[in-house]
């Protein structure tokens, strides 16, 4: 089976996804400090929801045609590639916002890692971005409006 562009950028987003999720998921473990319990911010537990959610996303979209396709229905994929690229929209720009800076971090791997995500996650935006629009084009493109190219018209050729 050849890789077309959009498996290549479905693989690129869950690899994304995943080195996200490892990223939210450290930074979220540096507020459990020792016997002084305390929570993590709503904004970094959010982005770490929105890993989880992408990575399910991608199973649904990348894997249900080729092994469910009574399952897949493509408006429901770009009814969760527009939701997930608002998801990431949203994390990223409330943990920017929440977060602040750029700081220069001297080595602090909590500073480091804080911004590293906020990085991945507008990647991330970007990415699901890309995958709504190529989606609502394709389904612009097959809504059954199709036009016979064979069948000659009365248009001005010039037009």
């Known amino acids: 089976m050849a890789l077309t562009f959009v498996p290549i950028v479905h693989v690129v987003a869950a690899i994304f996804a995943a080195v996200e999720l490892g990223l939210t998921a ?37 894997l249900t045609p ?24 949203a994390g990223a720009i409330a943990a920017a916002v929440g977060f602040g800076g750029p700081y220069n971090c001297h080595g602090d791997s909590g500073c480091s890692d804080a911004e590293a995500a906020i990085a991945f996650a507008f990647f991330l935006w970007a990415i699901f971005t890309f995958l709504a629009v190529v989606d609502g084009l394709e389904s612009l493109r097959r809504r059954g409006h199709h036009v ?12």
């Not at 979220?28 to 990575?55: E, H, I, K, M, R």
């Open 66 to 89: 080729l092994y469910m396709t009574s399952a897949f229905h493509r408006l429901a994929a770009l009814v969760l590639n527009v939701l997930t690229a608002i998801f990431w929209f």
């Open 148 to 159: 016979d190219t064979a069948k000659s018209t009365n248009a001005y050729p010039g037009a």
């Open 26 to 62: 450290y930074w979220a473990s540096l507020y459990d400090v020792g016997f002084a319990y305390s929570y993590s911010p709503p904004t970094v537990n959010f982005l770490v929801f929105a890993s989880v959610w992408s990575l399910l996303v991608l199973i649904y979209i990348g």
